[in-house]
């Protein structure tokens, strides 16, 4: 078709009669604005669609008129390829609309799809027309929506508008960066092709203004800066809530309203009716009482060395279906390690033998480590979504705050992005909002006006740190700990470390904060913060001098997937303590040793009491070492609980693939997961808090083997 | 022969049984022969080596791993209360499908697959307080022999009671 000449387009209609025009507006999506044959492709493709017997007159007519605007496009009469897209597109769902409307007389609603009481996209016109606007929108899915194109949908749609977040990030700051406005453009106009393709009406329409907007920013009509930034975000906003409503109808949740839509289109309608202007935005946007803003810098020249456009090909895969492959690589490993641990490997005259198991052995070592790799992905996305959260909150606060990224390329597993994304939300928060002075303040005490929050990311030593650095006031270490005090938290008359105090900031309840804001001060967000990190196997350290800024270092493994432990022989059973978790393991002395009323048995390490656990009686393992100067204690818990557990000796250091047991047995007390050892035998990795915890709330901690596991079968 | 299995699982639980045939694995626990629909079955296997899991019932043995999943493993024997056996030669644990996980079962012996009609199934007798028979789907009858048909998942209605009540070893 693509070397038709324009004189043969009549006898396109007898030769092509499939075309419908679903196919058009499909390839109206696709089409590239440089590529001329692509319009003249369209047009033709219309005529047949106008000329054939699919559509009803009005519809014929309203594509006849698209053909027309194509064709002047297309000799050089109207040279606006944005004005003849959008005129076409218009057009088009107009009559993919009213043909709708006449095939629904025809079709049986079907009862899968929930029906929408409110329904705006009913009506086969634009609702622009309606007098009077609802105050919600219902996304309304099409009876004969395809499940998977949807999910793809979605998809395809969540990637394009974070990237597209990102842009209009980037263009607030440089709103010269053509780039980015195309970026943005193209994201929404997909948006809208690939929702009216699939008939989601109201996500179109949506994506149609926002997409209006941004052409208009696009010919340079207007700027990209105060309320048609919010504007922009809004709308970006919107788009986000109306495909995470299709996602949860495809999951089977009800329908959800879109709260504001209406508001929204009749602002994005007519933007400077509404009151949008270049200037700082009124109230109508924000729903926060006017204050006295100032624009938040975000360093130009930083965000746009960090933009690289990404290029990199790459596939959907099923994450359910990669997680198998891993965990398939990881048998191999151990099959591996089993068949190279043979003896007869090592008898003598099998050289050869060994050579080839040699070379296999450092395949299946690539192998492991290519698939851990698979499910890592990088910081950059979660860094770029901090940028909206500062940019939102220096607005909300009227800080003016520059946060600068550097994510040092670091990659983390897939599972841990949203709890770490959550984390990072909070601690942002709380670095703007508790850590940056107003102003005014700033300007006091010989401050650049301007805060600065600075994310970083890097590797060391195995683990990947996060650290969020800002120039504020610091903690105040007297008021926290006077806080802690009110609340009960503290000894008052104790002596604390630094460190200590400050952690205290993780407790519940506790905020530094004197006002409660809508943003922060409920002494929530810190707990988020401890609790999201605790998730993640993390560790985090707070430094800060008073007047200067504080850091937060966040240390995380690399993936939760494997667990750095420690195998330890306790009688015949094997465990695996994390090594995180131990702070260390030393055989006792004798003398060290004493006990309370004749049971409870402590051990004095450098001065510091603390009770001894026997793992073996906890868990009812016989055979095992009774006495602690014969076996090892390991020290586990944290700084003011610690306590040491029994073991009978050390096997070494490993890193083991940790799997759930809760599915197989139900969840044990003590015992946080599975994990297969280097024999292919089953180890469990023990929780040492929780074993602590167990042990100390048994009435009888002590009592006899069979009591505390399971009677001996 | 043709009877599609029921799946002990699709019937009401308050309804007597409405005993069907079909195929089934069937095995040895001490001298007496169980069967269980052939179609939970994955696969028989030798006895692995078993890790034992704290705080749990004594006839949950453990878990062992099965090519990578870590599967628990059920001593029938101890779950129906019957002293438990030297492990044999013949002594395999038999991986059947329940609730979406793979479980094992140790048994005795493995005898055979039998085809059992319809007609050849009674309802599990009653014998008062004495022997539970609420985990007997029928009793089978085969060239003579009879076969006691299991509901696996009346054996193990959830992996949850494997834990070992807590309150109970309190008191100790």
């Given at each position: 078709?693509?070397?038709r000449?324009?004189?043969?387009?009549?006898?396109?209609?007898?030769e092509?009669?499939a075309?419908?025009?679903?196919?058009?507006?499909?390839?109206?999506v696709?089409?590239?604005?440089?590529?001329?044959d692509?319009?003249?492709?369209?047009a033709?493709?219309?005529?047949?669609?106008?000329?054939?017997?699919?559509?009803?007159?009005?519809?014929?007519?309203?594509?006849?008129?698209?053909?027309?605007?194509?064709?002047?496009?297309?000799?050089?009469?109207?040279?606006?390829?944005?004005?003849?897209?959008?005129?076409?597109?218009?057009?088009?769902?107009?009559?993919?609309?009213?043909?709708?409307a006449?095939l629904?007389?025809?079709?049986?609603e079907?009862?899968a799809?929930?029906?929408?009481p409110?329904?705006?996209?009913e009506?086969?016109?634009?609702?622009?027309?309606?007098?009077?606007?609802?105050?919600t929108?219902?996304?309304?899915?099409?009876?004969?929506?395809?499940?998977?194109l949807?999910?793809?949908?979605?998809a395809?749609?969540r990637?394009?508008?974070?990237?597209?977040?990102?842009?209009?990030?980037?263009?607030?700051?440089?709103?010269?960066?053509?780039?980015?406005?195309?970026?943005?453009?193209?994201?929404?106009?997909?948006?809208?092709?690939?929702s009216?393709?699939?008939?989601?009406?109201?996500?179109?329409?949506?994506?149609?203004?926002?997409?209006?907007?941004?052409?208009?920013?696009?010919n340079?009509?207007?700027?990209?800066?105060?309320?048609?930034?919010?504007?922009?975000?809004?709308?970006?906003?919107?788009?986000?809530?109306?495909?995470a409503?299709?996602?949860?109808?495809?999951?089977?949740?009800?329908m959800?309203?879109?709260?504001g839509?209406?508001?929204l289109?009749v602002?994005?309608?007519?933007?400077?009716?509404?009151?949008?202007?270049?200037?700082?935005?009124?109230?109508?946007?924000?729903?926060?009482?006017?204050?006295?803003?100032?624009?938040?810098k975000?360093?130009p020249?930083?965000?746009?060395?960090?933009?690289?456009?990404?290029?990199?090909?790459?596939?959907?895969?099923n994450?359910?279906?990669?997680?198998?492959?891993?965990?398939m690589?990881?048998?191999?490993?151990?099959?591996?390690?089993?068949?190279?641990?043979?003896?007869?490997?090592?008898?003598?005259?099998?050289h050869?033998?060994?050579?080839?198991?040699?070379?296999?052995?450092k395949?299946?070592?690539?192998?492991?480590?290519?698939?851990?790799?698979?499910?890592?992905v990088?910081?950059?996305?979660?860094f770029?979504?901090?940028?909206?959260?500062?940019?939102?909150?220096?607005?909300?606060?009227?800080?003016?705050?520059?946060?600068?990224?550097?994510?040092?390329?670091?990659?983390?597993?897939?599972?841990?992005?949203?709890?770490?994304?959550d984390?990072?939300?909070?601690?942002?928060?709380?670095?703007?909002?508790?850590?940056?002075?107003?102003?005014e303040?700033?300007?006091?005490?010989c401050?650049?006006?301007?805060?600065?929050?600075?994310?970083?990311?890097?590797?060391?030593?195995?683990?990947?740190?996060?650290?969020i650095?800002?120039?504020g006031?610091?903690?105040n270490r007297?008021?926290?700990?006077?806080?802690?005090?009110?609340?009960?938290?503290?000894?008052?008359?104790?002596?604390?470390?630094?460190?200590?105090?400050?952690?205290?900031?993780?407790?519940?309840?506790?905020s530094?904060?004197?006002?409660?804001t809508?943003v922060?001060?409920r002494?929530?967000g810190?707990?988020?913060?401890?609790?999201?990190?605790?998730?993640?196997h993390g560790?985090?350290d707070?430094?800060?001098?008073?007047?200067?800024?504080?850091?937060?270092?966040?240390?995380?493994?690399l993936?939760?997937?494997?667990?750095?432990?420690?195998l330890?022989?306790?009688?015949?059973?094997?465990?695996?303590?994390?090594?995180?978790?131990?702070?260390?393991?030393?055989?006792?002395?004798?003398?060290?040793?004493?006990?309370?009323?004749?049971k409870?048995?402590?051990?004095?390490?450098?001065g510091?009491?603390?009770?001894?656990?026997?793992?073996?009686?906890?868990?009812?393992?016989?055979?095992a070492?009774?006495?602690p100067?014969?076996?090892?204690?390991?020290?586990?818990?944290?700084?003011?609980?610690?306590c040491?557990?029994?073991?009978?000796?050390?096997?070494?250091?490993?890193?083991?693939?940790?799997?759930?047991?809760?599915?197989?047995?139900g969840?044990?007390?003590?015992?946080?997961?599975?994990?297969?050892?280097?024999?292919?035998?089953?180890?469990?990795?023990?929780?040492?808090?929780?074993?602590?915890?167990?042990?100390?709330?048994?009435?009888?901690?002590?009592?006899t083997?069979?009591?505390?596991?399971?009677p001996?079968? | 022969?043709?009877t599609p299995l029921?799946?002990?699982?699709a019937?009401?639980?308050?309804?007597v049984?409405?005993?069907?045939?079909?195929?089934?694995?069937?095995?040895?626990?001490?001298?007496?022969?169980?069967g269980?629909?052939?179609?939970?079955?994955?696969?028989?296997?030798?006895?692995?080596p078993?890790?034992?899991?704290?705080?749990?019932?004594?006839?949950?043995?453990?878990?062992?791993?099965?090519?990578?999943?870590?599967?628990?493993?059920?001593?029938?024997?101890?779950?129906f209360?019957m002293?438990?056996?030297?492990?044999t030669?013949?002594?395999?644990?038999?991986?059947?499908?329940?609730?979406?996980?793979?479980?094992?079962?140790?048994?005795?012996?493995?005898s055979?697959?039998?085809?059992?009609?319809?007609?050849?199934?009674?309802?599990?007798?009653?014998?008062?307080?004495?022997?539970?028979t609420?985990?007997?789907?029928?009793?089978?009858?085969?060239?003579?022999?009879?076969?006691?048909?299991?509901?696996?998942?009346?054996v193990l209605?959830?992996?949850?009671?494997?834990?070992?009540?807590?309150?109970?070893?309190?008191?100790?």
């Amino acid at each position: 078709m693509a070397g038709r000449k324009r004189t043969t387009r009549k006898k396109a209609a007898a030769e092509v009669p499939a075309v419908t025009l679903d196919d058009a507006l499909a390839m109206l999506v696709q089409l590239d604005p440089e590529n001329l044959d692509g319009f003249r492709q369209l047009a033709e493709m219309l005529q047949t669609v106008a000329s054939g017997t699919s559509l009803d007159a009005d519809a014929a007519e309203l594509v006849k008129t698209a053909t027309e605007q194509l064709d002047r496009f297309v000799s050089g009469e109207n040279p606006d390829v944005e004005e003849v897209l959008v005129e076409t597109s218009m057009l088009l769902e107009k009559a993919s609309d009213s043909r709708e409307a006449g095939l629904k007389n025809l079709r049986a609603e079907c009862p899968a799809v929930p029906p929408a009481p409110s329904e705006p996209a009913e009506s086969p016109l634009p609702k622009r027309a309606d007098p009077e606007p609802e105050k919600t929108a219902v996304e309304w899915l099409p009876s004969d929506a395809d499940p998977d194109l949807l999910a793809e949908f979605v998809a395809e749609s969540r990637e394009l508008l974070e990237k597209s977040e990102s842009a209009l990030l980037a263009l607030e700051s440089n709103p010269e960066d053509d780039e980015a406005v195309n970026t943005v453009f193209r994201a929404f106009h997909t948006v809208k092709g690939t929702s009216g393709f699939l008939g989601l009406k109201v996500t179109s329409e949506l994506a149609h203004l926002a997409e209006s907007l941004l052409s208009r920013i696009r010919n340079k009509e207007i700027r990209l800066v105060g309320g048609y930034a919010d504007l922009a975000l809004r709308s970006l906003d919107m788009l986000k809530k109306a495909v995470a409503s299709v996602e949860s109808v495809l999951h089977g949740a009800p329908m959800e309203v879109l709260q504001g839509y209406d508001d929204l289109k009749v602002i994005l309608t007519n933007p400077e009716a509404a009151g949008v202007s270049e200037e700082e935005s009124s109230g109508m946007l924000h729903s926060s009482p006017a204050v006295e803003t100032q624009e938040p810098k975000i360093s130009p020249e930083k965000q746009t060395a960090q933009r690289r456009t990404e290029f990199e090909s790459s596939i959907r895969v099923n994450t359910a279906r990669l997680d198998r492959l891993i965990d398939m690589v990881g048998e191999l490993v151990i099959a591996q390690s089993m068949v190279v641990q043979d003896s007869r490997l090592l008898d003598e005259g099998c050289h050869e033998l060994a050579r080839k198991v040699t070379h296999a052995n450092k395949i299946v070592r690539e192998l492991q480590d290519l698939s851990m790799s698979m499910r890592m992905v990088p910081l950059r996305g979660t860094f770029q979504k901090m940028q909206r959260v500062a940019r939102d909150l220096a607005r909300k606060s009227g800080k003016s705050v520059e946060l600068v990224t550097d994510d040092g390329e670091t990659e983390i597993d897939r599972h841990m992005v949203d709890i770490l994304n959550d984390v990072l939300v909070h601690m942002v928060r709380n670095a703007i909002d508790h850590g940056i002075e107003p102003p005014e303040d700033r300007a006091k005490s010989c401050k650049p006006e301007a805060g600065s929050v600075r994310l970083t990311a890097f590797h060391s030593g195995g683990t990947v740190v996060v650290e969020i650095r800002d120039d504020g006031r610091g903690l105040n270490r007297e008021k926290i700990f006077a806080k802690a005090v009110a609340a009960g938290i503290v000894d008052p008359d104790k002596s604390y470390s630094d460190n200590e105090v400050f952690n205290l900031i993780f407790a519940p309840g506790l905020s530094t904060s004197d006002k409660v804001t809508d943003v922060s001060g409920r002494g929530v967000g810190m707990d988020v913060v401890r609790r999201g990190i605790e998730a993640l196997h993390g560790r985090i350290d707070i430094t800060s001098s008073p007047g200067i800024g504080s850091v937060f270092t966040v240390r995380l493994p690399l993936t939760l997937a494997i667990t750095d432990g420690m195998l330890v022989r306790v009688g015949s059973e094997r465990y695996i303590i994390p090594t995180i978790g131990i702070h260390l393991c030393f055989r006792p002395e004798p003398e060290s040793l004493s006990t309370v009323s004749g049971k409870g048995e402590l051990v004095m390490l450098r001065g510091e009491m603390m009770p001894i656990f026997r793992l073996h009686r906890l868990f009812g393992i016989e055979s095992a070492i009774e006495d602690p100067a014969k076996g090892l204690l390991v020290v586990v818990g944290d700084e003011e609980r610690r306590c040491a557990l029994l073991v009978d000796e050390l096997l070494g250091q490993q890193q083991v693939v940790a799997k759930s047991l809760t599915k197989a047995v139900g969840k044990i007390q003590g015992v946080s997961g599975g994990a297969i050892l280097g024999d292919g035998q089953v180890g469990l990795i023990l929780d040492p808090g929780e074993v602590a915890a167990q042990a100390r709330h048994s009435t009888n901690p002590y009592g006899t083997s069979g009591q505390y596991g399971r009677p001996a079968a | 022969m043709t009877t599609p299995l029921a799946g002990a699982h699709a019937k009401p639980d308050d309804t007597v049984n409405v005993a069907r045939g079909g195929k089934f694995l069937a095995f040895f626990l001490s001298d007496e022969e169980y069967g269980i629909e052939i179609l939970r079955v994955q696969e028989i296997i030798g006895l692995l080596p078993i890790t034992r899991v704290p705080y749990t019932q004594n006839y949950l043995k453990g878990v062992v791993n099965l090519r990578g999943k870590v599967i628990p493993v059920i001593d029938l024997r101890l779950k129906f209360g019957m002293p438990a056996s030297e492990r044999t030669s013949e002594t395999c644990i038999v991986v059947v499908h329940l609730r979406g996980i793979e479980v094992g079962l140790i048994v005795d012996r493995v005898s055979e697959v039998v085809d059992i009609r319809d007609e050849d199934v009674e309802p599990a007798p009653s014998f008062g307080n004495a022997v539970d028979t609420e985990y007997i789907y029928g009793i089978g009858k085969s060239q003579g022999r009879v076969k006691i048909l299991l509901d696996i998942e009346k054996v193990l209605p959830s992996m949850d009671m494997l834990q070992y009540e807590e309150s109970a070893t309190h008191s100790g």
